[in-house]
């Protein structure tokens, strides 16, 4: 499959993500729109990083050159994972405060 | 590699200490000497006496710049932490663990000013971002401290997203994370990729970066979230992790700024005159001084980025002398901030007659910020404006700067005004003897730095 397919599916997924976070008012499923946008990287990562080795293996069998977006995504994966666990302590904290995940709440400071 | 290494160890250390010493006070005895000890192993890997070396396989490189830039940001933690210390044993009752947060917050730091790819560029970020948005909302019960919390941490991850869009795009393209050879190699042999991956890539990166540091447009989340922190670590957030902030963004787009063309030029001017009206102007008409110090942060942050756009040794000189004026300057007029009650213009009025010692350093650090000559924020300026002047040509972006300069006197004279000139008795918190005395300490290293600047430039040079 051609490189421009993955390309476009993974801007396509990013941008769902985007519109999700700016119109959705509900914490957690502006939350899921985040992770579906670090998702979308990932396998934008991974099939870039598939089509560098490919190509350095057609000049070189031996070459590992290109593997290191997959190891990229490993680490997004991490870095996600921990983002979440401060995420979802954040959102409890405010939920026990008021009672409501809505961030049209999020007003206060305005004034 | 030892001031990473360190802080990254110390820091488990402190959360730790929480269990054995229920004193609070001891805990931030222990807090300041892991400081100080992170301080002395980061100079000797500078000096080259004592470095832990690992191979990290070409992902850091430790420069003399970077090492000294990260020396000025764990002093001015360790001097935030002198001053402010009681205030962050009266946060919560979780002491030891925000001063682990603040260690691994510098151990991001130590990150960001040696990463030489982009994913040791995203780890420091993130590893310095994600303890923040727990200091953020440290105030459990405040509800403004967790809508502020909240919202940073929507907007700092949603940024993670785009940078990370941006990391990905200048993968595709080039193949490569190294920050060098990015923007010099073509790209891999025999692969058909669409021209506009490399471009669209550094604007998200761009963009992703101008949100780290609060740059217009992207800094809509900055008033807000420092206004609802604790002021303490309001005060952390506003000079040391914006100056590493800074750090990073100047690193990754000074070797390749060259190869960016002329429209890079453009996007930078745009972006710092965005960001020193946003900032001055929407100061200006602030009410309360937290919320002003917040818009004032922003205007900062435009002077700063007048480096990213000369981007030459003058620019560098310049941005260690900024990050030393700035982090001091605000680091001590935070210091007499949450020492007073009322943080509205009127709740200084009259302080210089019941606290003049306290008014009189703040009225330094007021001066400093505002760029006084015989300030440390004079020079600062001073390198800054002189730099834009020799990469050439700009002189339009000089003249604005200077403009907005003077905005922002308008402002921080207001307060000094209120603490002088007007009757009122506020309710002030007077401190102990040592915050007293560190506080003058660091009005006097303010005016000596302001006097002698090559003070702190012969130790980049040494």
Redo the contacts between chains.
Sequence with gaps: M???YY?YF?LTL?SI?IIG?LTRRN?II??MC?EL??N??NL??VA?SK??HG??L??NPAST??I??Q??VF??MV?AA??VS??L???V??YR??HSVD?N??N???N | MNAIIFSAVLGVLLMFSGIFFSKKSTITVIAVVSLLILFIVNIAENYGLFAITVDTKNLLSFSRFGLFFNSILIAATLIFVLLSGKEIENTSVNTAEYYALIMFVLCGISILTAFNGLLMLFLGIEIMSIPLYILTGADKRNLKSNEAALKYFLMGSFSTGIMLMGIALVYGATGSFDLVSVMNKPGSAGVEIPSFLKSAGYILLFAAMCFKVSAAPFHFWTPDVYDGAPSVFTSFMATIVKAAGFFAFIHLFESNAALLGPSWKILVSFVTVATLLAGNITAVFQQSIKRMLAYSSIAQAGFMLLALFSNNDLAREGIILYAVAYCMATIGFFAVLIKVKDYTFEGFNGLAKKEPLLAFSATIFLLSLAGIPLTAGFFAKYYMLASVIKSGGALWLVITAVLFAAVSVYYYFKVIQAMYFKEGNPEVNAGSAMYRTLLVLLAAAIVLVGALPSIVLNWFYF
């Design positions: 051609p490189i421009q390309i993974c990013f993500g976070v914490a502006v939350f985040i946008m670090l979308a990287v934008l990562l870039f089509m560098h190509a350095a057609a000049a050159a290109g290191d977006g190891l990229f680490f997004i870095v921990a983002e401060v995420g302590a954040i959102i904290m405010m405060n008021t961030i709440f999020l206060r400071l305005k």
